[in-house]
Nanobody, 118 residues
Framework: QVQLMESGGGLVQAGGSLRLSCAASGSIFKIYTMGWYRQAPGKQRELVATIISGGSTNYADSVKGRFTISRDNAKNTVYLQMNILKPEDTAVYYC????????????WGQGTQVTVST
């Protein structure tokens, strides 16, 4: 059984920074893509950033230059450093990972709230 555990959300003023972490645990043979998605009230879940096992990254246009995704393969952990936060970044942030455990599948964390005040 695989679990993703997120941490690091909270309340921050516009212009501030937060760092999210997500650790995968359980019976894991290999983790391929890891990433972050977010869902604001009344909106669909959207991609924020992804990183593959080799280190290549992909970002939503809205966060390019402000957010940085990274991973520690030894710790099965992905991070999201968020700088110059804006009120429109307010959302629940979900960790995602494509993992080979008993088979290949997507796993999701429970979500962590990020609130950016004006």
């Amino acid at each position: 059984q695989v679990q993703l555990m997120e941490s690091g959300g909270g309340l921050v003023q516009a212009g501030g920074s937060l760092r999210l972490s997500c650790a995968a645990s359980g019976s894991i043979f290999k983790i391929y893509t890891m990433g972050w998605y977010r869902q604001a009230p009344g909106k669909q879940r959207e991609l924020v950033a992804t990183i593959i096992s080799g280190g290549s990254t992909n970002y939503a246009d809205s966060v390019k230059g402000r957010f940085t995704i990274s991973r520690d393969n030894a710790k099965n952990t992905v991070y999201l450093q968020m700088n110059i936060l804006k009120p429109e970044d307010t959302a629940v942030y979900y960790c995602n990972a494509f993992i080979w455990s008993s088979g290949y599948r997507d796993y999701w964390g429970q979500g962590t709230q990020v609130t950016v005040s004006t």
